[in-house]
């Protein structure tokens, strides 16, 4: 899935630009190290709160993005 791989990249780049590891990220979030793991590799079935705990320490948060339709 496109999205969610995106947002996988997203994560690993603000991560790596930060200079944190995948464990201080997990702690500064309050979530798990495995969760982390997860979301980075763009596992596709994640818990979006925590998504979203994760995506507040870079000042984002996940959204409704509307799709292109053709016959619109």
Known sequence: MKN???IAQF???KRKNLKITQE???FKAGV???FVRELE???ITLKLDKVNQVLD???SEV???RKEVANE
Do not use: D, M, W, Y
Request: net charge positive.
């Open 57 to 59: 320490l870079f000042g």
């Open 4 to 6: 969610t791989s995106s």
């Open 41 to 43: 590799q763009g596992k």
């Open 24 to 26: 201080e990220l997990a």
């Open 11 to 13: 994560i690993k780049e």
């Open 32 to 34: 798990g190290l495995r």
């Open 63 to 65: 959204g409704v993005i």
